[in-house]
């Protein structure tokens, strides 16, 4: 769960991972469901990369929010403007994710194979080095882990920038 200043998350249904002595667990798992919590066991050599999980879901998620509105801020989106008009976009991705999962929700350029879109995003986004490097870090990503039509011309698009 994330944790920040003024907010009050519920923490009904929320995972908590446990990893410890057999007693101390106990008392975890019992904590974790009078809060209304779920708990499951964690191998002490899997939590580094559990909390690595937890950091790409919440924090760098966050991160790469803020980077999509120094995208719209290049492409003359005011700043008052730029969470409302994205939040339909994000919430009906996260529906999709949720109830289809990462493959059959990813869509736009990419998935088409839409090679000169990516060349547009990739000469646009000169402009915002940081979101350039975020984009290309993630389109590579796409073209290990996603669905995506000209994989080979995609990579070296993103292998020659």
Do not use: C
Not at 108 to 135: C, F, M, Q, S, W
């Amino acid at each position: 769960m994330t944790f920040v200043p003024g907010a009050r998350p519920a923490l009904a249904g929320v995972p908590f991972a446990i990893e410890g002595d057999p007693g101390a667990a106990g008392v975890a798992r019992r904590i974790v469901g009078d809060l209304g919590g779920r708990s499951y066991p964690i191998r002490k050599q899997d939590k580094a990369a559990y909390h690595a999980w937890g950091t790409f879901a919440s924090p760098l998620f966050t991160a790469l929010l803020a980077t999509t509105e120094q995208v719209a801020a290049a492409a003359g989106v005011k700043s008052a403007e730029v969470r409302r008009r994205m939040i339909p976009i994000l919430l009906q991705t996260l529906a999709n994710y949720a109830q289809h999962g990462a493959p059959p929700a990813f869509s736009g350029p990419i998935n088409r194979g839409d090679i000169n879109t990516v060349k547009k995003h990739l000469r646009a986004l000169r402009g915002v080095p940081a979101a350039r490097e975020v984009y290309i870090a993630l389109a590579r990503a796409a073209l290990q882990y996603l669905p995506a039509k000209n994989k080979r011309l995609l990579s070296q698009i993103l292998d020659s920038e």
